[in-house]
């Protein structure tokens, strides 16, 4: 199966850290992905890693990922307001010309 | 830098009339992709290509046709349209979708009414 899920919304305090999870089910996966979508605008590529990959840090992004329970998160250090958005996570399969999305993160950062 | 290029960003239709929404990339990749998103339900494939000439219906293709005859454009076309395609479309193009991320379009936003 494809099934790609995540829990649907996250409130934070400006400063603190954000961690948005993601689940999937297919074993096959070689990349994970995750998308960025400000309101009114399309999706825009955060980050990624490479299935053979346990983590991997961009500025204030981690990406963390154990293949044994099929868990993917992002955490974003010091949240700012500029970080609320609906966040994606994406899956991408071996053989496969499609990714599987799931629902989206929706972030609000508050004062 | 262009990348993907959608027309038009808004438009509404009545029940029963068509439309072509537009998609062009200028990053000569082979894999292009029309996705819709509904609120809380994330994307949904509508139709994809692998190629000038190759199309490949998606999870949900009904009442959507598409055409790829160059590398560059991917329209998508709805011949009745009906209220419950009111949604927002993407599109989406690919180098290589084993090993790059799918690049995507502002999107257009489509009320059927």
């Known amino acids: 199966g494809e099934d790609v899920e995540q829990s649907l919304f996250l409130s934070v305090r400006e400063g603190d850290s954000s961690v948005i999870n993601c689940t999937y089910t297919d074993s096959s996966s070689t990349y994970l992905y995750w998308y960025k979508q400000e309101p009114g605008a399309g999706l825009q590529l955060l980050t990624y890693i490479f299935s053979n990959m346990d983590m991997k840090q961009d500025q204030r992004l981690t990406v963390l990922l154990n293949k044994k329970d099929k868990h993917l998160s992002l955490r974003i250090a010091d949240t700012q307001t500029g970080d609320s958005a609906i966040y994606f996570c994406a899956e991408g399969l071996r053989n496969d010309y499609k990714l599987s999305f799931g629902a989206g993160t929706t972030v609000t950062v508050r004062a | 830098n262009a990348g993907v290029t959608q027309t038009p960003k808004f438009r509404i239709l009545k029940i029963g009339q068509s439309m072509t929404l537009q998609c062009t990339q200028d990053?000569?990749?082979?894999?292009m992709y029309w996705y819709r998103q509904d609120p809380g339900m994330g994307l949904k494939l509508i139709y994809y290509s692998v190629g000038a000439g190759i199309t490949d219906k998606g999870e949900v293709p009904n009442g959507y046709n598409v055409s790829r005859s160059t590398t560059e454009d991917f329209p998508l076309r709805l011949e009745l349209a009906a209220p419950s395609q009111t949604s927002v479309y993407f599109c989406?193009?690919?180098?290589?979708?084993?090993?790059?991320?799918?690049?995507f379009g502002d999107g257009t936003r489509l009320s059927i009414l």
């Open positions: 989406a193009s690919s180098k290589d979708p084993a090993r790059q991320p799918q690049h």
């Open positions: 990053m000569n990749h082979n894999y």
